[in-house]
């Protein structure tokens, strides 16, 4: 069983590469996706893939610098480009890199993509798995989703030994620590099935995992993704050290994320509700079990009483606007979103319209503009009022935003 990594920084194609087939027949695991060489360093730190499939053209860490990192600090992982038609010079270079071959990305067929991969040698200190781990990685979603069921119904015969399968499978939640339980399910499922509206359910709800598992990752703590259900997905998250604020703005933004997704990607609409917290694998039997009976008992509310993603931004916006002459960056204002940088960034530009760095240089011009109007103040006082500290930068920024100098823009505004 080949590990697979998949880096791509747009989501519609990655989200389509790992829903491309059911992997885990074809001899391989995905063991994750990445939206740019660092977020993909982060993973590979945690498990060394066999295959690296990545883009090249990426914001952040892009697939070149990505494959030097690789080569020094992984040499053992095998390389593929994903490439456009007109890439040949950048698939030259990222070959004398050290990719192994390059596929096109938004033609290549399912059976086309496998014959590539397929061909590729596997280092052999990078595939020493023993056949029972071959197996259990080959049936990982089913075994999560039989576990999920064990849990619920509390037929296990120790929580030491539980947890030690849970492990195995990538369940890593300490159950004996506070979690709570999000549900996703999609609108009429059964409705939607018996109709053929929904043609084949086992591929819409292998794509769904996928897309809730991507919006998912972005949080900062342990938590899980299992098919459980008819139609549903079940995120078990922890939330050890989290406030309430912090936990239902991390859940409503995410599901906000899914919800847009399920509708742009496969025309479905989802719903999701929330349990009470959690202490014990025990309280999650409970909880699920007044889920499955009825719906509308107090351990369980609906995800859209958290707080509103919208107002987490305009609480950001808020921020940047009080602390526009200090230094502003995305890991300051991620963190007082209480989210991941790479979910704030696409948080933020969903709600504006615009990134977070455009937003920022907005406001500063807007306030210099002010500052230059309303006051005698000179050029660096103004330049220190927006947060910048070096004069000359100030001027250029000032220029390249306004195609005027401070300066000028002054003088213009006193004839």
Not at 86 to 99: T, Y
Not at 240 to 247: H, V
Not at 303 to 308: K, L, P, V
């Amino acid at each position: 069983m080949k590990k697979l990594l998949v880096v791509e920084d747009e989501y519609l194609v990655r989200i389509g590469i790992c829903s491309l087939c059911n992997w885990e027949e074809h001899g391989y695991v995905l063991i994750g996706n990445a939206c740019d060489g660092s977020e993909a360093l982060s993973l590979i730190e945690k498990d060394v893939p066999d295959i690296l499939l990545t883009d090249l053209m990426m914001q952040g860490m892009d697939g070149f610098e990505l494959i030097r990192q690789c080569k020094i600090r992984y040499p053992s992982i095998a390389i593929v480009v994903l490439s456009n038609y007109n890439d040949f010079d950048s698939v030259k270079r990222a070959m004398q890199l050290g990719a192994v071959d390059y596929i096109l990305k938004l033609t290549t067929m399912p059976q086309d993509l496998l014959d590539t991969l397929d061909k590729i040698p596997v280092a052999q200190s990078a595939c020493s798995l023993m056949e029972a781990q071959e197996v259990l990685i080959q049936h990982l979603s089913p075994i999560r989703s039989h576990l999920l069921t064990v849990a619920i119904e509390g037929s296990y015969s120790s929580l030491d030994s539980f947890t030690a399968q849970c492990k195995q499978v990538s369940l890593c939640l300490s159950w004996d620590e506070p979690f709570v339980v999000q549900q996703i399910t999609i609108d009429d499922y059964a409705d939607k099935v018996y109709s053929r509206e929904i043609s084949e359910p086992v591929l819409v709800l292998s794509t769904m995992e996928h897309i809730v598992e991507e919006a998912y990752a972005k949080l900062d703590y342990e938590h899980a993704v299992i098919i459980h259900g008819e139609g549903s997905v079940v995120v078990l998250c922890s939330c050890q050290g989290l406030t309430d604020e912090q936990m239902d703005a991390s859940l409503n933004g995410c599901f906000h994320v899914v919800r847009e997704n399920m509708a742009r990607f496969l025309g479905l609409a989802v719903r999701a509700s929330v349990s009470s917290v959690c202490s014990s694998v025990s309280d999650l039997a409970l909880v699920m079990l007044e889920r499955e009976h009825d719906q509308h008992r107090p351990s369980w509310h609906a995800s859209g009483q958290f707080m509103n993603t919208r107002d987490t931004i305009k609480r950001t916006i808020q921020y940047i606007s009080d602390h526009i002459d200090e230094h502003l960056s995305l890991s300051l204002l991620s963190s007082v979103a209480a989210m991941s940088e790479c979910y704030y960034s696409h948080v933020f530009k969903l709600e504006t319209g615009i990134g977070v760095k455009d937003y920022i240089n907005q406001v500063r011009i807007k306030k210099a503009k002010q500052l230059l109007r309303e006051t005698d103040l000179k050029i660096a006082g103004i330049a220190l009022a927006i947060g910048i500290t070096n004069t000359n930068y100030f001027s250029v920024f000032f220029k390249r935003l306004t195609d005027k100098t401070p300066i000028e823009y002054r003088n213009l505004l006193g004839e």
